[in-house]
């Protein structure tokens, strides 16, 4: 696997590669974009080149610290095989590994910094080439987490470099975007999504509404997904025929569903109402007005999630105004 392989997003990667070919890479990037459009695997990627035995500027993608750099381990927790490749993530390592009992269930804590970045960046590299951190999801840092962050993030060690992923950059602490060079990844085309699902043995249809990720459109393809999306949108839709609130906001257990599930699950009935409004234009105008509205009702729960709404109470609005509309 090398850059190439990262379609889709020539100016980002012509960025990193020029980084690494004049030996000028920046110590913290954030790499921002939609989710599933190859930030991670530009991240990694750059990473493996960082650790090179062979110092080949690229990476030479044959030797043992190439293929720990991409290699993960078998086992929880889930991280490269390389010891100078870390990887952060919200829940990733268990609370025991952390010093407490915290599960991590709001954001990625300043424990987890503390522990896995901040003790690992007081030392060199083990094998005497780069220490490299990926944060997944860097915009679930906690502010305490974040806070906690910032000198090391400002002024690391020589040869230590941090690549921020995120698809929320405006939900990032002012001071920690000012001390990240950013690279924008751009939605992916829809005919590229639809080619990396023929290459998966999906159907290209769901390109259309997968908004330029590809990970979403496998998401979309997926039979068992599939079904959980559609089940959920036909309840949201009897919830709104449902003779009184009482009875609509029971239509699914917020309780049983990840934030971040229940997130994607109200996207796809944003777009349910945004596909039938495009199909209505031409001849039921006003029907498509209303569909609009209900739309923009959807993406104003979202954003209530996004600003850690509870579920139910975010769920309830919703219901509340859509029946309204």
Same mark, same amino acid.
């Given at each position: 696997? #090398? @850059?190439? #392989?990262?379609?889709?997003?020539? &100016?980002?990667? =012509?960025?990193?590669?020029?980084?690494?070919?004049?030996?000028?890479?920046?110590?913290?990037?954030? @790499?921002?974009?939609?989710?599933?459009?190859?930030?991670?695997?530009?991240?990694?990627?750059?990473?493996?080149?960082?650790?090179? +035995?062979?110092?080949?500027?690229?990476?030479?993608?044959?030797?043992?610290?190439?293929?720990?750099?991409?290699? @993960?381990? #078998?086992?929880? &927790?889930?991280?490269?095989?390389?010891?100078?490749?870390?990887?952060? =993530?919200?829940? $990733?390592?268990?609370?025991?590994?952390?010093?407490?009992? *915290?599960?991590?269930?709001?954001?990625?804590?300043?424990? =987890?910094?503390?522990?896995?970045?901040?003790?690992?960046?007081?030392?060199?590299?083990?094998?005497?080439?780069? $220490?490299? @951190?990926?944060?997944?999801?860097?915009?679930? %840092?906690?502010?305490? /987490? /974040?806070?906690?962050? %910032?000198?090391?993030? +400002?002024? &690391?060690?020589?040869?230590?470099?941090?690549?921020?992923?995120?698809?929320?950059?405006?939900?990032?602490?002012?001071?920690?975007?000012?001390?990240?060079?950013?690279?924008?990844?751009?939605?992916?085309?829809?005919?590229?999504?639809?080619?990396?699902?023929?290459?998966?043995?999906?159907?290209?249809?769901? /390109?259309? %509404?997968?908004?330029?990720?590809?990970?979403?459109?496998?998401?979309?393809?997926?039979?068992?997904?599939?079904?959980?999306?559609?089940?959920?949108?036909?309840? /949201?839709?009897? *919830?709104?025929?449902?003779?009184? $609130? *009482? !009875?609509?906001?029971?239509?699914?257990?917020?309780?049983?569903?990840?934030?971040?599930?229940?997130?994607?699950?109200?996207?796809?009935?944003? =777009?349910?109402?945004?596909?039938?409004?495009?199909?209505?234009?031409?001849?039921?105008?006003?029907? !498509?007005?209303?569909?609009?509205?209900?739309? +923009?009702?959807?993406?104003?729960?979202?954003?209530?999630?996004?600003?850690?709404?509870? &579920?139910?109470?975010?769920?309830?609005?919703? $219901?509340?105004?859509?029946?309204?509309?």
């Amino acid at each position: 696997m #090398s @850059f190439e #392989s990262v379609q889709g997003q020539t &100016p980002a990667i =012509q960025t990193l590669t020029r980084a690494l070919e004049s030996g000028r890479v920046h110590h913290a990037y954030r @790499f921002e974009g939609p989710a599933g459009v190859g930030k991670e695997k530009a991240a990694f990627l750059l990473a493996r080149a960082l650790v090179c +035995e062979k110092e080949a500027k690229l990476g030479c993608g044959q030797c043992s610290a190439c293929r720990r750099a991409l290699t @993960f381990s #078998s086992e929880e &927790p889930r991280v490269p095989l390389h010891p100078d490749v870390v990887l952060v =993530q919200r829940g $990733l390592y268990p609370p025991a590994l952390l010093g407490g009992s *915290a599960t991590e269930a709001t954001g990625i804590s300043v424990e =987890q910094i503390r522990r896995v970045v901040l003790a690992r960046a007081a030392y060199r590299s083990h094998e005497q080439h780069a $220490l490299v @951190f990926i944060v997944r999801d860097a915009e679930e %840092l906690t502010a305490s /987490a /974040a806070n906690a962050l %910032l000198k090391t993030l +400002e002024e &690391p060690a020589p040869h230590t470099h941090f690549v921020l992923l995120t698809s929320r950059p405006h939900r990032l602490l002012d001071t920690i975007r000012s001390r990240t060079l950013p690279v924008r990844f751009g939605p992916l085309p829809d005919q590229l999504v639809a080619k990396i699902l023929e290459q998966h043995g999906r159907s290209p249809a769901h /390109a259309a %509404l997968a908004q330029g990720s590809a990970s979403q459109a496998l998401e979309l393809a997926d039979p068992d997904a599939m079904q959980q999306r559609e089940d959920f949108v036909k309840g /949201a839709l009897d *919830a709104l025929a449902a003779p009184d $609130l *009482a !009875t609509a906001i029971g239509f699914t257990d917020t309780k049983s569903l990840d934030r971040h599930e229940l997130y994607a699950l109200l996207g796809f009935v944003a =777009q349910s109402f945004a596909a039938e409004a495009r199909e209505k234009v031409a001849t039921a105008p006003i029907n !498509t007005e209303r569909l609009a509205l209900k739309h +923009e009702v959807v993406l104003r729960a979202l954003a209530d999630l996004e600003k850690n709404g509870q &579920p139910a109470l975010v769920i309830e609005a919703m $219901l509340t105004r859509l029946r309204r509309v």
